[in-house]
Structures are given as C-alpha cells and as structure tokens.
C-alpha cells in the first residue's frame, strides 16, 4: 500500500471528528537535537538490537520469537514473557517518527515488521509469541504474571500511531481483531473472565483506539478492566489458587500473593495511596483519568487527584522519578526515597508523564505541567547516554561505582549507561515519547489554549471560532525568555494562559512591548491567562528568571536531612568526581555562598555550569584511622555542578544530587 492510501475510509469522518484540530510542529534548538537523535541512531539502533544485531549488547530475540511464531525458522521461545512489547513500542516510535519526517526506508522497514506481526496471529485473532511457542495451551490463564494484555495494549497503541503517521491500516487490523478475540474472553457476560492484566496497559490503549475509530466498544472494554480491578472476589487471587498458586517466574507454588503489587487490592475508585509496581500504578492512572474525562465519571477524577497528590508530594524524587526499591520495581511508603538505592525506573517517569498529560486535559492546573517537565528533563532526558545508544533502566540520586558492582543491595544500580537490556522496556519507550513530545505542549480547554511547556514550536489551532497559528520561541532549559507570536485569521477574543513555573520568581509578562498589570493577566491554577481580542502580529513575551538556587527536602525525608539540593529552571543539577575528584562525600556546600553560573558549550553539546564555594574533608590531614575522636579538617574547595541529564557521560565515576 502507497503512504496515504485510507483502507479505512468508514472511519475517517469519525477520526476527524475526534481528533483536535491542533497541530503542533517542533522547532527547538534543545528538543529537535534529541528528536533528531531519536529519528537518527536511536530508532535505527534498537532496530538492530530487536534482531539481535548489537555487538556486546544483551540480545533481544524479539523479532526471532516473531519469525519463528510465523513459521519462517525453526527454534523456541526466548525472552520474558511480555518480549513483544518491545517490538510494538519501536512501531510506535516509528510512527510519530514518521508523523514528524518521512523516511521511505524506516517505512519500508517498519511494513516488513508489521507484516512478520500479522503472520504470527492466530485465526480467531490472538496473538503473543509466547503463548504460541512456549505454552500454546495456556493462554490467559496466568494473567497476573504472564503480560498478555499488556503486550495487546502496546500493539494497540503502535497501530494507531503508524496509521495517523502513514493512513495505512494493515497493523490497525490485526489489533482490532486482536481485540474482537479479546471480547470474546473478557467482559460482564455469562461465561467470560471477568479478569484484568497483572500489567495494566490495554487500559490506556482502548482510550486511544476508542478516540480513532468512535467505536464504544473499545472504551466500554477499556471500562470494563478499570472497574473489574480490586473488586471481591479478587480475580488475580482466584486465578492464583486454580493455578495450584504456582507462578510463572519460579514455576514454583507460592504461599501467598499481594495484588496490591498489581493495584488490585481495592477498587480503583476508593485508592488514595501509590502502591505496588511503579509503572503499572501510572498506566493505571493514566487510563482512570482518560475514562474519567470521556464519560464525566467524578469518582474516577478524584481517586486521580487523591492519587496523584500522594505520589509527587510524597513518593516522588526531586528529579521526577518514582518508585523506591528495587524489590519488586516498586513504591514503598511515604517520605521512602533513598538515593543510592533508589529505583526510579525510566519508563515509570515516562509513564508519570503520561498521566500528567491526562490531569492536564482533565484540568488546567499548571502543577500537573511543572510535574511533567521535572521528570522530562530530568529522570527521562538524563536516562538516555549523548550517543543514543546507551541507556539507564535505573536512575539513582547518588552512585559510588564500587559499591554497585561490591553490594549486592546495590547491583541494580549502575554506574554507567547499559547498551541494550534483556528487559528492554526503557528505551524504546524513551524513543517513542521523544518523538510524540508535540503532544505534550499544549491542551486546550474551551476557547482557551493553555501553554504547558516552553518548547519551540509552531501551532495550527481554532480558538473562539478563529483560526490560529501561534510560533513558540524559546531557549529553555538555559535561558528563561519566551516569545508567542499570535496570527489569528482574523481578529478574535480568546484565551491565552502561560504557564508559570513553580521555581520561577518576578515573571513578567508582556503583550506588544506593553507590561501586563494585574487586570490584564489573571493567575488561575498557577497559568497567567490572557484574554483579550487578538490581532495578526500581536506578540506575548515571557520573562521567567532562571537562577541557580538551593531547594530543601521535606522534614520527613531522612535520606536529604541536613542536604540540599541545586536548581536552575527546570534542570536538578549534580556533582560528579570528574569535575570535583572522590569521594564525593566529602564535599559539603558553604551555607552562605553564592553560585555563579556560566555557558560552557564544550560540555556535552553545550549546558550552564553552576559553582560555588564549599568545603572537602582534608583527607591527608587525617591520622586517627578508622574512627577517632578528632575531628575532621576541612579545606575549602570550588565545587561545580552540571545538570543531572548529563551525568555519566565523561566515563565511570561518583554522582550525587543531595549534598551536605
């Protein structure tokens, strides 16, 4: 099929209908180098590792299970359970990828994939390389463990990214009879499961193949595995019992099974606390506050808001990663967020975005926007190596390399960037929000357009009725001074809201040259909004001052007692032994310093430098041994900071971000 051929003629007044009319173009010096990374080496990259054509990286055997699933080679299954995930997530990359810059090889390469997909589907419409190699005869029986709907979830999600991205429809078809399957097995009805996944994610995907085709169906399923999740009797328990209470991961009878691991401890509606598995807990999140928005339900909206404000005022760390241990991948209790042995998984950053993307379409509050970008210049941005070919799964707030390799309490954390993972969730989900970021800049509510993040940016819209382009110029993350340049139509009132950031102080604010007072800008849930009568030319310029500061941890977070933390803008910043020498502990900052700041555009492509004067304990100076009654000397020294996204690339050495 030629790009744009429409084989779904029947559902394209309905697309239209659903989809928004914006259209977001990015044009940025700081993202379009990392999209153009993405688009360049990353994709390409994993393209190679899912065959299993990666020099000294961990094979993937993804595309392998595929092929031997379709009957082109002999061989078994390799691989975890849910490894064809990892193929549907590289599609969907592709699909933005696509959406942004056509690529007739990337396309090509992408079609012989989907076409390697459909050949391993079933008859009656399933699909999963495990279940159809290793256990053909057990499917959807271990739904706690085993990722079946997960993965579904996951092709879902490419489809309908490659069919906006080219209008072809071959991977929309094999999903949508993979859900024709799915409807048979699941569902209220006499006789059907009334179950769920272990791994939520088809929950979030029904929404968006709902938002395609129009078709009920797809969100009253989507309903359906929200509202069955934690109700009595808990069906992962059951399922678990009429498995002997063997699971999957040991092929082993165990004595007990926590669903709170999986969300499914209670029904999601009365939830107020994050718990269990970091990234399921946020798909989760992310498909209640969906539901909630398409079908008014407000008891879905406020377990989000119940659970949002515990987990990134309570369980998040500073660089916008979430999930404590390691044990399990999970959250642990409130104030819990040690640094060295912190997890932090990237795709649960990623997945933290996404649901702040849906509390934003819920509601304009602009502390669901700062959340976002904390954790996508941060823990997401800072996961991925310079090159694009390396990759954090975990990413700590503090490393000592000896005692990640030394410690077993401390091998999950590394201190370099890995080349592939056997488990390779994150990049791939890296590489497939980077390439959809436009979706993420702004929302609309009403005749309102509400900027959420300062990206460079061209946008096609209606407000009020009008026609609108709007050109966003900015230099985020180093310099603070954003231009809108408004082109409606014709002239027309309607709302423009700036978002403020909650590190930003003394904003100002300007319409044509001309300060906006009080009257002129209304502060509403943290946006200034603009409303006024818009004419072509008129230009808006924000001035947000980015200054390096010191932030402060919550009283109840012991691991940051005593400790602070070093801000500019949107970028947590950190030390590494490179600029200040081992070990890192200690350096302690002097209270009453200043910090100086300074462009140096030959670290890493470019980034601000932060210093100030601090102290090292004198180490030469040290006579007492192990333990002493001496005090230590200390010796004043510069310490230097660079922003935490970088940390690691100038080799193996300490990192910290909380210092004494």
């Not at 700041?597 to 932060?610: C, H, K, N, P, Q």
Request: glycine fraction near 8%; aromatic fraction near 10%.
């Amino acid at each position: 099929m030629k790009r744009g051929e429409n084989t779904l003629s029947k559902f394209a007044d309905i697309q239209q209908a659903a989809e928004t009319s914006r259209q977001v173009d990015i044009q940025d010096e700081f993202w379009g180098r990392y999209i153009r990374l993405v688009q360049d080496t990353v994709i390409p990259y994993q393209y190679e590792a899912l065959h299993d054509r990666v020099a000294g990286a961990e094979p993937s055997h993804a595309i392998a299970n595929f092929e031997i699933a379709a009957g082109r080679r002999e061989g078994e299954f390799n691989g975890w359970v849910f490894q064809d995930s990892d193929v549907a997530k590289w599609l969907e990359a592709v699909g933005y990828s696509l959406s942004i810059k056509r690529d007739p090889e990337l396309e090509r390469q992408a079609d012989e994939m989907i076409e390697l997909v459909g050949e391993a589907q079933h008859e009656d419409g399933y699909l999963n390389t495990y279940f159809t190699l290793k256990e053909p005869g057990k499917r959807w029986t271990n739904l706690l463990d085993c990722h079946e709907l997960y993965c579904a979830g996951h092709f879902i999600e490419a489809a309908v990214a490659y069919y906006e991205a080219t209008g072809k429809d071959k991977l929309l078809v094999i999903v949508r009879r993979f859900v024709d399957h799915i409807e048979t097995v699941f569902g209220p009805e006499e006789g059907k499961l009334k179950g769920y996944d272990g791994h939520q994610e088809i929950e979030l995907a029904l929404v968006k193949l709902y938002r395609l085709t129009g078709e009920e169906k797809y969100l009253k399923l989507s309903s359906f595995f929200i509202d069955q999740r934690g109700q009595e009797p808990n069906f992962l328990h059951q399922e678990w019992e009429q498995r002997g209470r063997v699971t999957h991961w040991t092929g082993t009878a165990t004595s007990s099974v926590d669903v709170s691991y999986n969300q499914a401890h209670i029904p999601v509606r009365e939830q107020s606390v994050a718990l269990g598995h970091s990234v399921r807990a946020v798909y989760m999140y992310t498909a209640m506050a969906d539901l909630a928005r398409l079908t008014g339900d407000e008891a879905l909206r406020e377990a989000c808001v119940r659970l949002w404000n515990n987990m990134t005022e309570k369980q998040m760390y500073i660089t916008g990663g979430i999930g404590s241990t390691h044990h399990g991948e999970a959250f642990t209790f409130d104030y819990d967020l040690p640094n060295d042995t912190v997890y932090a998984e990237t795709c649960a950053s990623i997945g933290l975005i996404f649901f702040a993307k849906r509390m934003l379409e819920l509601t304009p509050d602009a502390r669901y926007a700062d959340v976002m970008e904390r954790a996508l210049y941060n823990n997401v941005l800072g996961s991925m190596a310079q090159d694009g070919k390396h990759y954090f799964y975990v990413n700590p707030l503090e490393v000592w390399p000896q005692a990640c390799s030394c410690n077993p309490g401390k091998h999950h954390v590394k201190a370099e960037r890995q080349g592939w993972f056997g488990c390779a969730c994150c990049p791939p989900n890296v590489a497939r929000l980077l390439t959809s970021l436009n979706q993420y800049i702004y929302t609309e509510h009403g005749d309102t357009l509400y900027t959420n993040l300062y990206i460079g940016s061209e946008l096609k819209t209606t407000l009020g009725g009008t026609e609108v382009a709007i050109r966003q110029q900015s230099r985020f993350p180093w310099d603070g001074t954003v231009t809108l340049k408004v082109d409606p139509a014709e002239a027309g009132e309607f709302g423009m809201a700036l978002r403020i950031p909650s590190w930003s102080e003394n904003v100002e604010i300007r319409v044509n040259g001309e300060a906006l007072g009080d009257a002129a800008a209304s502060l509403q849930q943290g946006y200034a909004v603009i409303r006024r009568e818009w004419k072509a030319g008129d230009v808006i310029e924000l001035k947000l001052p980015m200054e390096a500061h010191r932030v402060y941890a919550h009283p109840n977070l012991r691991a940051d007692a005593g400790k602070t933390a070093i801000q500019r803008g949107p970028l947590v910043y950190c030390l590494e032994a490179v600029d200040n020498s081992e070990p890192l502990s200690s350096i302690s900052l002097s209270e009453a310093a200043a910090f100086t700041e300074s462009y140096d555009e030959l670290l890493l492509g470019g980034a601000v430098v932060v210093e100030s004067d601090g102290f090292r304990v004198a180490q030469a100076a040290w006579t007492g041994g192990l333990y002493s009654r001496e005090k230590a000397t200390l010796e004043a020294v510069k310490v230097t900071a660079v922003p935490y996204y970088l940390w690691g690339n100038r080799g193996s050495g300490e990192m910290k971000v909380w210092i004494p």
